[in-house]
């Protein structure tokens, strides 16, 4: 057996132990997920014209429009950071 046989027939056999190492995997959905509990921020009247002037130049009206909310989203989240 040559060098490259030999290192294949090792590779080969650590690989099946390694396998076998874990034990059996959990059953799926045996445990309840935790979700996340995002709290969305409330888009005050400022936040609203801010990004009513951010997005303004853009001349497509539909990606005007998700421009500012996204804008306004942004800004609302923004002020409740914590820093």
């Known amino acids: 057996m040559d060098d490259r046989q030999q290192f294949a027939a090792e590779r080969a056999d650590r690989l099946s132990r390694l396998a ?12 309840p997920v935790e979700t996340s509990r995002r709290i969305v921020p409330e888009v ?12 303004a130049t853009i001349e497509n009206p539909a990606l005007r429009e998700a421009v500012a ?3 306004e989203a942004s800004l609302a989240a923004g002020a409740n950071r914590r820093i």
């Open 20 to 31: 076998e190492a874990p034990g059996p995997l959990p059953e799926a959905g045996r445990e």
């Open 69 to 71: 909310k996204a804008a």
């Open 44 to 55: 005050s009247d400022a936040d609203r014209a801010e990004g009513a002037r951010i997005a």
